[in-house]
């Protein structure tokens, strides 16, 4: 058993002292899936560097203890404790891209994880690895295992990571958000690869993940963490069919899905607040529908049982005036219908191709060509939605890359992509200048796309410095202050930098950034892969907001079907660089006529 008792940790930051995790007590058994779940920000990821003993410089277990089969953890050398780490409890970490060694070819770094925890060495670790990449569906593994990570797509550099954490045969594994860039086809084989995994070595699991559809087709228990507490915990049939706790209810509520297209999601107002806070009585109080004055009382709100295996922290739980999950249904309001004409397509891609040079020899020369995309056409309307979807490397990225021109000293690109007539990869200098204001790109990787030296407002002023220099600066903070607003950031973040935050939050920053010179195409590339339920229903209302209001079109690049099932008008469907399948969002979820795209709605999780 792996065992948390009373964990206490502590950040000595800037803003001060934060208690980033507060009394944290959990078991995992062997063979066992236990899902942490929660919004970002709450402590989730914090939990299992504590656990791996690999906090920060500035932060420090300060009470408690975490045992291993019995052996404290916390107790151990260093040079044990590496033994330790990867061998008996491996960890899959949130971003792949940061994760990956840029200098190391992915092969490397495979064999070396292979040959530091087993007794396999040199061809034999190799061919393991190998193996390993297979297991977890990269393609053409042989040769791919002497490439870099630079030249994997997110999801495929997400899949070696999981191979390397894997391949050391853990008997715990501590997996932060492991299928987040995953196209659900590769997400349903990483998933039954771990549940086999389980079977044959009895690992268990600590899923760390917003994605409660894969916590209910997967976990035994699940525990809900908020504001660095646990406030629910419970098997997973009870956590889903009978959640007591009115965070845990309202979570639930936010879910996309088919149901409520054209409806605003239901998002908790607010968000999490900084765990600096001195808190007293319930932290989820401000946000929560059913506050009393008693919730606010300086106690200590211990976690209480209201049924066998099922513990909530709350005062009403002691009572029994705990609110049914009925009670917090309400009838959410009908989205006002756009009124931008909608039938003048605002982009129109035609024959779009994309070749990158494939080198090789000592000299590194061009010895022939890839196509990353291979004709492909279609079109997206004013103020309309088109879901690009498809499994991981097709070519989603690389096409929404090159709509924006963003691929022109790294490929060769033939074919159209017209914005209101304009052909965009013909344009130079000042018109192409004015057409990046039109068309800007939410990136898959946040934490990679941000300037780590740059603070959040600069990170936002700096685009309308560059395309909105009318602006003045009161003019660009006050918008600013309202972006963050709206994504859901408290306005002292603008004084932060980018490695001061969580990966949601991070996304949230991304987004607000896109949106700071008021573009009319927004090309999403996985927007909400990051982002928990209620911040993604936050994100999702917002861009709704703004498409009615603007008349924004959205070119939605994305693995979350249940995304696309509420917000898309369209959907394209993706394969190999070419496009198998376009229309109305209803016809090709609804009924597909190809069997790719049969395959891929098949594979995608669904709350049981």
């Avoid at 990570?149 to 954490?165: D, L, N």
């Avoid at 946040?446 to 407002?457: G, H, Q």
């Avoid at 603007?550 to 959907?571: K, M, P, Q, R």
């Amino acid at each position: 058993m792996l065992e948390l008792t009373d964990i206490e940790v502590e950040l000595d930051a800037e803003a001060g002292l934060v208690r980033a995790i507060d009394s944290l007590r959990l078991t995992l058994n062997r063979g066992e899936t236990f899902a942490l779940v929660g919004e970002s920000g709450c402590g989730k990821s914090m939990t299992a560097l504590a656990l791996m003993r690999l906090l920060p410089e500035n932060g420090y277990v300060t009470a408690g203890d975490i045992r291993v089969d019995g052996q404290d953890v916390l107790a151990l050398p260093e040079s044990q404790m590496r033994r330790v780490r990867g061998g008996r409890i491996g960890m899959i970490f949130q971003e792949p891209g940061t994760s990956l060694n840029p200098v190391m070819r992915i092969g490397a770094q495979l064999v070396e994880a292979i040959e530091t925890h087993t007794d396999l060495r040199g061809e034999s670790a190799r061919t393991k690895a190998i193996d390993w990449l297979r297991r977890v569906g990269i393609p053409e593994p042989e040769r791919r295992i002497d490439e870099y990570p630079f030249r994997m797509s997110g999801g495929q550099k997400q899949r070696v990571m999981i191979a390397m954490t894997l391949a050391a045969e853990p008997d715990y594994l501590v997996a932060d958000e492991p299928t987040t860039a995953l196209d659900v086809t590769i997400q349903a084989q990483i998933l039954d690869l771990l549940k086999d995994l389980q079977r044959e070595r009895g690992m268990g699991l600590m899923l760390i993940t917003h994605d409660l559809a894969v916590v209910s087709g997967m976990a035994q228990r699940v525990a809900l963490m908020y504001a660095g507490q646990i406030v629910e915990v419970a098997t997973a049939e009870h956590f889903f069919r009978r959640p007591r706790h009115p965070y845990a209810q309202a979570l639930l509520r936010a879910l996309p899905d088919a149901s409520r297209r054209g409806q605003p999601l239901h998002a908790i107002a607010g968000t999490v607040p900084p765990l600096w806070t001195r808190f007293q009585g319930c932290r989820f109080a401000p946000r929560c529908a059913h506050a009393q004055d008693r919730c606010t009382q300086p106690v200590t709100l211990p976690l209480a049982d209201v049924a066998p295996g099922h513990a909530v922290r709350c005062v009403r739980a002691a009572d029994g005036s705990l609110p049914a999950a009925a009670a917090l249904a309400g009838a959410d309001s009908a989205a006002q219908a756009a009124t931008h004409d909608q039938d003048k397509p605002l982009l129109e891609v035609q024959d779009l191709r994309v070749r990158f040079p494939v080198r090789g020899g000592i000299l590194q020369r061009v010895v022939g060509h890839f196509d990353a995309v291979a004709g492909v056409s279609f079109h997206l309307k004013s103020g309309r939605t088109l879901a690009l979807v498809g499994e991981s490397g097709c070519g989603k990225t690389t096409t929404g890359k090159a709509i924006a021109q963003l691929l022109r000293r790294q490929a060769r690109i033939e074919g159209q992509a017209r914005l209101d007539g304009q052909d965009l990869c013909s344009l130079e200098g000042a018109p192409l200048l004015k057409a990046r204001r039109d068309v800007q790109v939410i990136f898959q990787d946040p934490f990679a796309s941000l300037d780590p030296r740059m603070r959040v407002a600069e990170l936002l002023e700096e685009g309308m410095q560059s395309l909105l220099p009318e602006l003045s600066p009161a003019e660009r903070r006050a918008r600013i202050e309202a972006l963050c607003d709206q994504v859901g950031l408290r306005r002292d973040a603008l004084d932060r930098y980018p490695h001061e935050f969580s990966g949601g939050q991070r996304q949230r920053i991304a987004i607000a950034r896109a949106l700071a010179v008021q573009p009319r195409l927004l090309i999403c590339d996985e927007p909400t892969s990051a982002l928990d339920v209620s911040v993604q229903a936050q994100i999702l209302n917002l861009l709704r907001e703004l498409q009615q209001q603007l008349g924004l079109s959205y070119l939605f690049i994305t693995h979350n079907i249940g995304v696309v099932e509420c917000i898309a008008d369209e959907v394209a469907v993706m394969k190999g660089g070419r496009l198998v399948e376009f229309g109305p969002a209803d016809a090709v979820l609804g009924a597909p006529r190809e069997a790719y795209t049969r395959e891929l709605l098949s594979a995608v999780p669904r709350l049981a």
